[in-house]
């Protein structure tokens, strides 16, 4: 044992020296322990680590308490920090049972491979020394208190505005139409930031509502999620909006947290360690969805770490184990597949290649995959993505109370987030394996899974009537929108079954007709028509089937 250890600190040694020659040498580590032994947390007293939340759904889905659930033994984390003075616990995971430090003196890591708990060290960031000096060593918390919310009683449809197109591809509007709008749900968003989010009249409403509630920060030298990037005020917006005749999300009525778990300036191996611990986070708090618009492919501020396609595989990541067992803990995982279709890696990224999660690809309104849209499948052969939502112009709400649009995976992820929240209120004996398995079904392709679609664009409300006795899922109306309108008019096509539209005067003459795509928004230009009311027939196989009325204006 003595030899070997030697051998370690020699070989650690002479890896450093030869990583300082050629770039920043690692000043963070995450360091692997051999066990939880004499741990003082106990799997009879889960209150000590889980919320009542936790331990209700854990119980209500007969998922046992285990020792994988105990939290890092403290008195391991403080051996390790009793090392050097300058040593700093950045985030642990209970769930992989590893401390990430950040440890300036390469030196005192021979010290703290020696001590009898330590398994492995590895190296996960270069973090320099004047980042973190002065910083928060405990991770910025803010809860909000929860008060009633008197909309909530409502089944009145809405008025999407500029989202009705992302959500009718799914049919999630006819799951809201049934009242089911995310009441109860609680859905926890990892991201970079949440500017303006605190101030913005659009998101006023769910401050107002008791509907967020709460914040984490869990990077060591930030203090406030509502600073310092936009991104996750976009992918939240997807979801929680309720601005009828302007934009109405996936799930409005759910409730939300935020974590933040990325450094947007850099990008280093130690963000999947931040990945890992916000989802344990999410466990103890209870979480039924997560979503998260994050993934890590390679690091190009951290060339130490030279990963590649074989890295997704579903185990090498800590985030990907992380996400694993979360979705096997009873949550909802979201993860968007990631935006390099066009670049060189081309491949889903990390955490997106766990299993037993919905990776979420990218579509335009039309349902053809977005270029940008990162490919399957696994390196071990796994199809993903698992499904596909709108990640093309994707309406959603910029900070400075701005109505915009984007592109990416990232708002693909959030759109079927919502709608998994919704789905999972209208079916609530289903187990968080079972409903991603129901909506993996409800795909457009869930026959033929592709690497760019995986199992297709989710049903949403089929997912339900196919578990519900539902007789009036196939006599639904023809829906036409926007109406009135003046340059073009969008069908909604979510079977794909529409194969001709006429169009006539309220006299009967027919002046227009469409052989469309089978799109899932068949988008019909009407501009040359004379302002006045008109009537549709839309047709399936040469059968006229429905009839429909609007206005052009």
Known sequence: MKKNLIAFAALLLLGIFNALMAQPAPTCYRITLTDKQNNPYSVNNPSAYLSERAIAKRVRFNIPITEQDLPVNPQYIQQIQQQDAAIRVLCTSKWSNTVTIYCPDSLKLSQIQQLSFVSDILPVANYPLDILQGANAVP?????????????????PYDYGYAYDQIVIHNGHLLHNLGFRGDSMLIVVFDAGWDGVDTSSYFRPLFENGQIWGTRDLIPWSDNVFNGHYHGTLVTSTM????????????????????????????ELIEEDFWAQAAEIADSLGADV??????????????????????TDGVTSIASRAATTLGQKGVVVCVSAGNDGNNEWYHISRPADAFDILTVGAVDFFGQAARFSS?????????????????????????????????????AGPVAAGLCACLWQALPNATSTELMQIIRESGSCYQNPNDSLGYGIPDFYAAYANHVAVDEYVQRPVEVFPNPCTYFLKMANPDGKVTQVEIYTENGVLVKSFTPKADYIIQMDVQDLPVGFYVGKSYQNGTPTQYFKFVKN
């Open 375 to 411: 490919r399957g499948p696994s390196y071990d052969g796994r199809v993903k993505p698992d499904i596909a939502s709108v990640g093309v112009s994707t309406v959603c709400i910029w900070p400075g109370d701005f109505l915009g649009t984007a592109d990416g995976t990232s708002l």
């Open 140 to 156: 910025e918390v803010t809860e909000y208190p929860v008060v009633s919310n008197p909309m909530r009683d409502s089944i009145v």
């Open 240 to 267: 929680s909006m309720l601005q009828e005749s302007a934009m109405v999300g996936t799930a409005p009525h759910a409730n939300y947290y935020f974590i933040r778990s990325e450094e947007p300036n850099m990008e």
């Open 290 to 311: 997560i979503n998260s618009s994050l993934g890590y492919s390679q690091f190009a501020d951290f060339p130490q770490c030279d990963y590649t396609y074989a890295s």
